[in-house]
């Protein structure tokens, strides 16, 4: 459903608001962090807008009109309700990047993790990793199982129902004692 085109933006009303709890335009300019001609002007055109007078100003500061008493009522409902729906994308935003749950194969977790997870912690400071250290057998049922986001083994086992990237390869040498057959 669209919005009318009248409706007022919401840092309008949320300044309509502070002018109406404090008395005045300076105050509340203050309070916003905007000059007072902002203030004024921003104010002037919420009125427009919605075609009623919401202030009474003065030399000794600014009292709201009936319809801007009803008005202030009805734009702190919608402040109000614009903070809850912040704060629920914020904690949705919190679970869906907080924490990256990674399973690896023993060698793996032990020499090559470590700076690879430092580095991409590095420009992630709200981000955390949960790693489980087990065989290259157990990190594949915990990614078929969704335990694991992300899994790194050693063996050259390959799935058909995951995807896989090769991001290292070793090269092993037989060593032995110069007696040995």
């Known amino acids: 459903m669209p919005l009318s085109p009248t409706t007022p933006e919401l840092g309008a009303l949320d300044l309509f608001v502070s002018v109406v709890e404090l008395g005045s335009l300076s105050k509340a300019a203050a309070a916003h962090g905007i000059a007072q001609p902002s203030a004024s002007s921003r104010i002037r055109n919420l009125e427009r807008q919605l075609g009623v007078p919401l202030l ?3 030399p000794t500061g600014s009292a709201p ?4 008493s009803l008005v ?3 734009a702190e409902m919608v402040i109000r309700s614009a903070d809850q729906l912040m704060a629920g994308v914020e904690a949705l935003r919190a679970s869906e990047q907080g924490r990256l749950r990674v399973s690896a194969s023993l060698t793996i977790a032990e020499y090559l993790l470590p700076p690879w997870l430092e580095q991409f912690l590095r420009n992630r400071p ?3 990793i949960e790693l489980e250290v087990t065989n290259s057998t157990h990190v594949l049922e915990r990614l078929r199982e969704g335990s694991a986001d992300l899994g790194f083994v050693e063996s050259p086992t390959t799935t058909n129902d995951m995807a896989e990237h090769v991001v290292g390869t070793d090269r092993l040498i037989a060593v032995v004692g110069k007696n040995h057959p």
Not at 65 to 68: S, Y
């Open 126 to 128: 709200n981000d955390s």
């Open 72 to 74: 202030a009522g009805w």
């Open 56 to 58: 009474e100003r003065s």
């Open 65 to 68: 009109t009936a319809e801007g």
